[in-house]
């Protein structure tokens, strides 16, 4: 039978599509963008006829109908990483979280620690071979296709077709549904003075021919925007957007100097316009892999000069970053900062940088704290920090004692926060 043959066989309704999914079955559904809309509308419609589905995601973009604490019994989300579509439900409690490791949760999988029954994800359309590509989240999806009972795609022709370890076979597909609705834009974070700032002092550290990473957020995107002058820079991240497009555009990206996946760039997620989805077709410059390879601390270490670039909320005096919670409340997730801060350490002249404001709510709350807030969720050790970056300057802290980390941060901290801080650090012991 010809793969035109199979695809045809396979192709179906998104109603018929659900039924593949059983009671009890985790789905498992890329990040942000690669969730597939059509699909979790229908499961959303269904809902109610399934007990006890769970959808694990990391970044859920859109708030589905299932999302709903009236049927969580029926189909309940379990996130990976929280994001505005499933905060409010993590801390009220009715949506699940697997604390993790981005790079690590391929293994889960592959390692049955985490089931992965089915597979819903978005995909390019299929080449002449056979093969779609799920370019907008091979993450831990692949490793989810390897493992799943029946793999689901909804094809969009607006989804690029990219290279790299994100191809799934026909052959391996249990139904197919198709939509052409432009795919779901993320535009640049908004960045002001202080982001401004914050993105001088990191950029005056990154050096021609570095390698970078770069988290979301307004901090690392005020970074790239002060990047456009640099030579030779290459990208291995796992987040592909339009900053990194704004690089690319400027000159200063070329991955010429990388001595790892030299002259390719490494990613395995995008979010971003439809801009960035057109530039990543078919470009032979730019690799979409699973999460395990572009984020492992020992492979994305392989780069020289890796600076990995990564916001937090929260830090004390020793250097412990709270990035995904406000005190027990969970906020976000790990997500793959601390696969970057390690890779960035291991790696040849690397510089791992975590960014803040010096405050939050109108400078009345100081950011950089004696102790976390109770119950804070820690997301970058204090053996792994190393620099840390506010509008007052930069902190280096890796080999530092824990009388020289709490001058290091104190003097980065808002001015009227300082004194408050020398004093709780004396009523510790710290000085």
């Not at 996130?79 to 790079?103: E, H, K, V």
């Not at 950011?367 to 190393?386: C, M």
């Not at 801080?421 to 000085?431: H, I, P, S, Y």
């Amino acid at each position: 039978m010809s793969v035109q043959q199979l695809y045809a066989q396979k192709k179906m309704n998104a109603s018929d599509a659900v039924q593949l999914v059983h009671d009890g079955d985790l789905i498992i559904v890329p990040t942000g963008v690669g969730e597939p809309p059509t699909l979790l509308t229908a499961l959303s419609e269904q809902r109610r006829s399934f007990h006890d589905v769970k959808v694990a995601q990391i970044l859920a973009i859109r708030k589905f109908g299932y999302i709903d604490p009236e049927t969580v019994q029926h189909v309940r989300h379990v996130a990976l990483f929280y994001g505005a579509a499933t905060r409010a439900g993590g801390q009220a409690g009715w949506i699940d979280f697997i604390p993790n490791y981005f790079s690590e949760i391929p293994s889960l999988i592959s390692r049955q620690q985490m089931p992965a029954d089915v597979v819903f994800s978005m995909a390019s359309p299929m080449d002449a071979h056979g093969y779609f590509s799920l370019s907008l989240g091979a993450d831990y999806t692949m490793a989810a296709v390897a493992k799943a009972r029946a793999v689901v795609l909804e094809v969009n022709p607006n989804v690029p077709f990219a290279y790299g370890n994100c191809h799934v076979h026909i052959s391996q597909v249990a139904g197919l549904v198709e939509n052409s609705e432009p795919v779901f834009e993320v535009g640049l974070p908004k960045i002001g003075p202080v982001q401004e700032a914050i993105g001088k002092y990191v950029a005056d550290l990154i050096d021609d021919g570095s390698t970078l990473q770069i988290g979301y957020g307004g901090i690392p995107d005020a970074v790239v925007m002060q990047l456009t002058h640099k030579h030779d820079l290459g990208i291995h991240t796992e987040m592909i957007g339009d900053g990194i497009l704004t690089l690319l555009e400027s000159g200063a990206v070329t991955n010429r100097r990388k001595n790892y996946w030299p002259g390719k760039m490494l990613a395995t997620f995008a979010l971003g316009s439809s801009k960035l989805y057109k530039f990543m077709d078919r470009n032979p410059a730019l690799e979409i892999h699973p999460v395990d390879v572009t984020n492992t601390p020992a492979l994305a270490g392989k780069n020289d000069k890796l600076m990995a670039i990564n916001a937090t909320l929260q830090i004390d005096l020793l250097g412990q970053c709270g990035s995904e919670s406000l005190g027990h409340l969970p906020y976000s997730g790990t997500g793959g900062q601390a696969d970057f801060v390690r890779a960035a350490n291991l790696s040849q002249g690397g510089k791992a940088f975590i960014v803040l404001p010096s405050t939050a709510k109108g400078d009345s709350i100081s950011r950089i704290v004696p102790t976390l807030s109770p119950g804070t969720h820690v997301s970058t050790s204090k053996n792994d920090i190393n620099y840390v970056v506010t509008e007052f300057g930069v902190a280096q802290l890796r080999g530092k004692s824990a009388k020289q980390r709490a001058a290091e941060l104190i003097g980065i901290a808002h001015p009227n926060f300082r004194s408050e801080l020398t004093e709780q650090a004396k009523r510790m012991g710290v000085f």
